[in-house]
């Protein structure tokens, strides 16, 4: 019994002194195995880390590329710093009405030479062609017109209404004969003078003045002669309406024109055609 006992321990040492070199190979296996998979763990770690940044470094740039292209147009005032670009989305208040450029001027009307000279003064000159057969006033057929002449002064308006004053004077013929009733010699002479108001329109054609007027006023013919010795004087006035036409060329401040015009003379007076000219001049 106390054999097989020492028997039996001789063999478990035994067994113990050959597996506890093989159990110490094992477990410093076994550490090393679980160093080794946690030095790979760390490695992979530190490589994944590695990674992460060389891809973020990249992107770090090129967002300061971008950033930095995106400033650099803006900074046109050259102070170096950068300008923030306007979001092309952004509302903008349109330009307020004195913001926006004024609209040229329209261009001046040309207007006609001496147009801007509203006040006239002119003379004028002619022949009156006496249109009645009315024996004269004392009995002798003498013409009171014939060649005449006179003045003239208006004021033109904006709107082409012309008024004036007038003033003429015929110089008339004096004639000469017998009278058939008594065999004795007479003689006779007769002029007239003419003065009124004119009101007439203005009608530019280019740069001539078409004036429509009227003429309305007093006209008194002066008379004189003998018949049958007896010495006769006598001044007779009557109303006389005047319509006629004028055409008138001016240059700057004088014009130069001509007229015809209807003399009407009511009552014991003569009525007469002028044709007469016109010189004159223009002012401000």
């Not at 113990?16 to 946690?38: I, M, Q, R, W, Y």
Request: net charge negative; glycine share 12%; with cysteine.
């Amino acid at each position: 019994m106390p054999l097989r006992v020492c028997s039996i321990l001789g063999t478990l040492v035994l067994a113990l002194s050959v597996t506890s070199p093989a159990f110490a190979k094992k477990k410093k296996g076994d550490d090393s195995s679980e160093n080794a998979t946690s030095g790979d763990s760390s490695a992979k770690k530190k490589k994944a880390k590695k990674s992460d940044a060389a891809d973020a470094a990249p992107a770090e740039a090129s967002a300061s590329d971008t950033a930095s292209q995106t400033k650099k147009p803006d900074d046109t005032l050259g102070t170096g710093e950068a300008q923030e670009t306007p979001d092309s989305n952004t509302w903008e208040r349109p330009p307020a009405e004195e913001e926006k450029p004024a609209a040229p001027p329209p261009k001046p009307v040309e207007k006609p030479k001496g147009s801007d000279r509203p006040i006239s003064a002119a003379l004028f000159a002619g022949w009156a062609f006496k249109t009645d057969r009315q024996v004269g006033f004392v009995g002798v057929s003498a013409d009171p017109y014939r060649f005449g002449g006179g003045l003239r002064g208006g004021y033109s308006f904006d709107f082409h209404l012309y008024v004036g004053l007038y003033f003429s004077y015929y110089i008339g013929e004096s004639t000469s004969g017998q009278s058939q009733a008594t065999g004795l010699s007479s003689t006779g002479s007769a002029s007239y003078m003419q003065f009124g108001a004119e009101v007439g329109y203005d009608w530019w054609v280019g740069p001539v003045i078409v004036r429509p007027s009227l003429e309305l006023g007093e006209a008194l013919a002066f008379t004189s002669g003998t018949a049958a010795g007896i010495n006769v004087k006598k001044t007779v006035g009557d109303f006389m309406a005047g319509p006629g036409l004028a055409i008138v060329h001016p240059w700057d401040n004088v014009f130069l024109g001509g007229e015809g015009r209807f003399l009407i003379v009511t009552g014991d007076g003569v009525s007469a055609f002028l044709l007469a000219a016109t010189f004159g001049m223009r002012f401000e």
